[in-house]
T-cell receptor, first 112, second 114 residues
Framework: DQQVKQNSPSLSVQEGRISILNCDYTNSMFDYFLWYKKYPAEGPTFLISISSIKDKNEDGRFTVFLNKSAKHLSLHIVPSQPGDSAVYFCAASAWNNNDMRFGAGTRLTVKP | DAGVIQSPRHEVTEMGQEVTLRCKPISGHDYLFWYRQTMMRGLELLIYFNNNVPIDDSGMPEDRFSAKMPNASFSTLKIQPSEPRDSAVYFC????????????FGQGTRLTVV
């Protein structure tokens, strides 16, 4: 049962433009959401997170938006840079369950 | 801290052989997670431990898979016997608490079963 879904396996954008990565979840108990970035041959690294009490969290070029009613979150990268090219994983956890569930990932390619 | 350390980085084994993957979590982290990365399902949670105790192993695909955490600084994931469909990248991660915070990942073990 895939509780966290990333329906776009890949995304390609031009350098300087906005990248928008999307994530949907099915478990209404999820209250903490994270984005991880993964380069080839490396482990995922934490990028940004958001609690369910917020609808937006910003960190430099990265902003995560949460729409609880739609069970949807998105990661915006502005402006996109070639170094942002990686696989991005969306993850979620619930207050009453200590595990963390991940989506299948979206491969972002930023073209110079 | 050196971060989460996994060994080996690569493992090639023949079908039917036993495989043991190792993980050293970050010191002071009470939670340890084992994930498997596949193309279709992304990062699948296999099992996680809290204070060395297995809490949820519902993600372990079959009885061929087992995991242990004999102490706070070491965990193993064993596959016996291994099969070609077990070929994947296996990640270990640790965190200070289970939910509400980020987990730190090791570099992974790429397992190939031929």
């Amino acid at each position: 049962d895939q509780q966290v879904k990333q329906n776009s396996p890949s995304l390609s954008v031009q350098e300087g433009r906005i990248s928008i990565l999307n994530c949907d979840y099915t478990n209404s108990m999820f209250d903490y959401f994270l984005w991880y970035k993964k380069y080839p041959a490396e482990g995922p690294t934490f990028l940004i997170s958001i609690s369910s009490i917020k609808d937006k969290n910003e960190d430099g070029r990265f902003t995560v938006f949460l729409n609880k009613s739609a069970k949807h979150l998105s990661l915006h990268i502005v402006p996109s840079q070639p170094g942002d090219s990686a696989v991005y994983f969306c993850a979620a956890s619930a207050w009453n369950n200590n595990d963390m569930r991940f989506g299948a990932g979206t491969r972002l390619t930023v073209k110079p | 801290d050196a971060g989460v350390i996994q060994s080996p980085r690569h493992e090639v084994t023949e079908m039917g052989q036993e495989v043991t993957l190792r993980c050293k979590p970050i010191s002071g982290h009470d939670y340890l997670f084992w994930y498997r990365q596949t193309m279709m399902r992304g990062l699948e949670l296999l099992i996680y431990f809290n204070n060395n105790v297995p809490i949820d192993d519902s993600g372990m695909p079959e009885d061929r898979f087992s995991a242990k955490m004999p102490n706070a600084s070491f965990s193993t994931l064993k596959i016996q016997p291994s099969e070609p469909r077990d070929s994947a990248v296996y990640f270990c991660a640790s965190s200070t608490k289970g939910g509400g915070t980020e987990a730190f990942f090791g570099q992974g073990t790429r397992l190939t079963v031929v």
